[in-house]
């Protein structure tokens, strides 16, 4: 079967790292909880838990938060011209250079959690992403 819309596959891609990412995140933070022998309380203003469990835990729930925000706006991009049926190289590279760049994020994030190199990263996807609306403009109006 003909891949009649080139641009699903990056979307699919970002998805299922964000799956890998929630997988990892419960990875380390159910250990984290049961080590400290953390007593969970709804009461508890929001986060105020969480913020008790060690950075490099925290990193992976901070990274899998980020990866709910801004590729949402990826989703609906990709997914828009993939309905207007746009089929250029340009906006496929774009769309998979997003999907690297929150990958490199994503690593940054959970592992070194380097701040400066974590925004750079950021902002570069950023540009992309605002490159691959640019072209759907284009094409809607």
């Known amino acids: 079967m003909p891949n009649t819309a080139p641009l699903v596959a990056p979307v699919i891609a970002l998805v299922l ?4 990412i929630w997988a990892w995140m419960y990875a380390t ?3 984290a909880i049961l080590k400290m022998r953390m007593r969970l309380d709804p009461m508890m203003p929001r986060g105020e838990q969480m913020s008790q469990l ?8 901070d990274n899998y938060n980020h990866l709910m925000e ?4 990826f989703y609906a991009t990709a ?9 250029s190289v340009i906006s496929l590279m774009l ?3 997003y999907v690297l760049l929150r ?3 994503s690593l940054v994030q959970t592992t070194t959690n380097r701040i400066t190199l974590r925004f750079a990263v950021f902002f570069v996807s950023s540009l992309v992403l605002f490159a691959l609306a640019i072209r759907a403009a284009f094409l809607v109006f």
């Open 95 to 97: 769309a998979w250079a």
């Open 54 to 61: 060690p950075a490099t835990v925290r990193w992976k729930a």
């Open 29 to 31: 933070r159910i250990p």
């Open 79 to 87: 997914l828009a011209l993939a309905v207007l049926g746009d089929h």
């Open 70 to 73: 801004q590729p949402t706006l």
């Open 17 to 20: 790292w964000s799956g890998l």
């Open 103 to 105: 990958v490199v994020h």
